[in-house]
T-cell receptor, first 114, second 109 residues
Framework: KAGVTQTPRYLIKTRGQQVTLSCSPI?????VSWYQQTPGQGLQFLFE???????NKGNFPGRFSGRQFSNSRSEMNVSTLELGDSALYLC?????????????FGPGTRLTVL | KNEVEQSPQNLTAQEGEFITINCSYS?????LHWLQQHPGGGIVSLFM???GKKKHGRLIATINIQEKHSSLHITASHPRDSAVYIC???????????FGTGTSLTVIP
């Protein structure tokens, strides 16, 4: 089975621009979660989608949004980029079956905001 | 306030040493995860625990629900174990994860 894929792997944007990141989960996985990782804050939860519905959202401003498509692929969007949005954005998928929500992580998208 | 605390932050060990990384949390949880992150960013899920103990190769993870504490042990450590180890908890309420700040492990040959 192919693993979780994320595109693009690297991205450079300037302040004020917007960006869309993509995540393709492992085949059969219906849950996709997004995380932001920075040296100062570590890993932080952004949001989680299951069957096209947002199940939970972390403490991030409304500039951060996401969606999930019927094939479980997910996108996250950040509008009006700020310097502090520079981070590694990770997505993870899980089968979300009873008793197991092991997360399988993608390689991440490294976003640099100049 | 951090819901998850890890110790130590940094750890250097000689090859072959027994290593323990600790994780304490303050919320009721449905599961605790141990993650491994190698340089370059890739994260691998090592264990998911809701009670007791799990073993995989040289890695052992334990959890004490009453004390809200988990440990990750590495026996006969090897330089390839060098990575950041992150503890994450899934609370009973809500569906998000809370993460520890990670323990950076370096194993010297």
């Amino acid at each position: 089975k192919a693993g979780v894929t994320q595109t693009p792997r690297y991205l450079i944007k300037t302040r004020g621009q917007q960006v869309t990141l993509s995540c393709s989960p492992i085949s059969g996985h219906r849950s996709v979660s997004w995380y932001q990782q920075t040296p100062g804050q570590g890993l932080q939860f952004l949001f989680e989608y299951f069957s096209e519905t947002q199940r939970n959202k972390g403490n991030f401003p409304g500039r951060f949004s996401g969606r999930q498509f019927s094939n479980s692929r997910s996108e996250m969007n950040v509008s009006t980029l700020e310097l502090g949005d520079s981070a590694l954005y990770l997505c993870a998928s899980s089968a979300w079956t009873s008793g197991s929500d092991t997360q399988y992580f993608g390689p991440g998208t490294r976003l640099t905001v100049l | 306030k951090n819901e998850v605390e890890q110790s130590p932050q940094n750890l250097t060990a000689q090859e072959g040493e027994f290593i323990t990384i600790n994780c304490s949390y303050s919320v009721g949880i449905s599961a605790l995860h141990w993650l491994q992150q190698h340089p370059g960013g890739g994260i691998v899920s090592l264990f998911m625990l809701s009670s007791g103990k799990k073993k995989h190769g040289r890695l052992i993870a334990t959890i004490n629900i009453q004390e809200k504490h988990s440990s990750l042990h590495i026996t006969a450590s090897h330089p390839r174990d060098s990575a950041v180890y992150i503890c994450a908890v899934r609370p009973n309420t809500g569906n998000q994860f809370y993460f520890g700040t990670g323990t950076s492990l370096t194993v010297i040959p």
